[in-house]
């Protein structure tokens, strides 16, 4: 349920209003919009008392959330959610750019990676130590010297760290490494995980998955929302269709769907959403100019000699050329890269 206070409803009357609702087991969410104040209630399970609410000092009427996603919706939480990391904001005015190889192979590969995208103008970088793929004979990722790998391309580049966590036990050591924890899309609906990710309460980016609908990206979002933890960024990475041409299949329209259901920040992979390099620019292009918050790219200095997804990594000139042609489109859109 939602409380829409009056519009001269005062600090008091929402603390009155917000208590009342704690008394009933219930938690409050409280969104201070710049006309009104909007109360969201998660409930307990047991139906509330609309009545006795809407009698009380201040409010103008309640109104029910009838999404099964509660925390994630946009009724609960009408502004939009900046998610903040290492000094760079999610959500905002200004796009961010995710970029790096699929998977940490070297620290020599990391830091000239690194460095290269950083000059380009990427805010944060992007590498897997730990892989999730189909094969079990294919690379599974370096694990966790992987991760003290990527805590040393952090030192020198300053730039902060994206990395997947596939198990809910690694989520302690992963957070050691990452600024943001990546939910891969074959992980989208491990509960025990999504669990384990709301509890540390460090940005979350959560992919989704290859069959899943919007509805259960947002559930699981609302899993770790469920924690207290709101710092997540959503993914469009592709879904799987018919199509062979492409590896996935790039739902474009669940950029601004999703901006329109939920208040979270919303990025797009164009490289596992097309799996070939070419397509990444174009798909990129379109990306923000349906209203994406950013996007996560791969990179690769030599993606003929990479472990993993070498024909979707764009080279670091390919990255550079998109960069300066995706700031056009930024402009054109209100944002800026
Ligand atoms: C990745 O980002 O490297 C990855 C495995 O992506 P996804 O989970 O979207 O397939
Ligand atoms: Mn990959």
Redesign the pocket.
């Known amino acids: 349920m939602m409380i829409v206070m009056k519009k001269d409803a005062t600090t008091s009357q929402v603390a009155n209003v917000t208590a009342r609702i704690e008394q009933m087991g219930c938690q409050a969410h409280i969104s201070q919009g710049e006309e009104r104040t909007i109360i969201g209630i998660v409930g307990n399970g047991r139906p509330l008392d609309h009545v006795l609410i809407e009698g009380l000092d201040g409010v103008e009427k309640t109104m029910p959330i009838l999404k099964p996603f509660k925390r994630a919706s946009r009724e609960f939480h009408p502004q939009d959610t900046v998610v903040t990391t290492n000094g760079v904001t999610i959500g905002g005015r200004q796009l961010v750019v995710i970029a790096g190889p ?2 940490v192979e070297s620290l020599d590969q990391m830091l000239e990676i690194a460095h290269a995208v950083k000059e380009q103008g990427a805010q944060l970088l ?1 590498g ?1 130590a730990f ?2 793929r189909t094969s079990p004979y294919s690379f599974q990722g370096l694990g966790e010297e992987g991760l003290r790998i990527l805590g040393k391309v952090r030192q020198d580049t300053g730039l902060g760290v994206v990395t ?1 966590v596939m198990d809910p036990e690694m989520v302690p050591l992963v957070t050691t490494y990452a600024d943001v924890l ?1 939910v ?4 989208m609906q491990n509960f025990a995980l999504l669990h384990a990710i709301g509890k540390a309460h460090r940005p979350v980016l959560l ?2 998955g ?1 069959m899943s609908t919007m509805e259960e990206l947002l559930m699981a979002a609302e899993y770790v929302l469920s924690h207290g933890n709101d710092r997540i960024i959503l ?1 469009e ?2 879904i799987r269709t018919f199509e062979t041409y492409t590896r996935n299949t790039l739902d474009i329209a669940a950029v601004p769907l999703l901006k329109q259901l939920s208040h979270l920040p919303v990025i797009v ?1 164009p ?2 959403g097309t799996g070939k390099w070419e397509l990444v620019e174009p798909v990129s292009r379109a990306a923000i100019a349906a209203g994406a918050d950013g996007l ?1 790219v ?1 990179v690769h200095t030599h993606p003929e000699a990479a472990l ?2 070498g024909a979707q990594s764009l080279k670091p000139d390919r990255f550079a050329t998109m960069m300066q042609n995706l700031g056009r489109i930024a402009e054109a859109v209100g944002r800026t890269l």
């Open positions: 699929c998977a992007r897997g892989k999730p997947e990546q891969g899309a074959r992980n992919k989704r290859m993914c990475r592709g992979d490289s596992h996560i791969e993993s997804d």
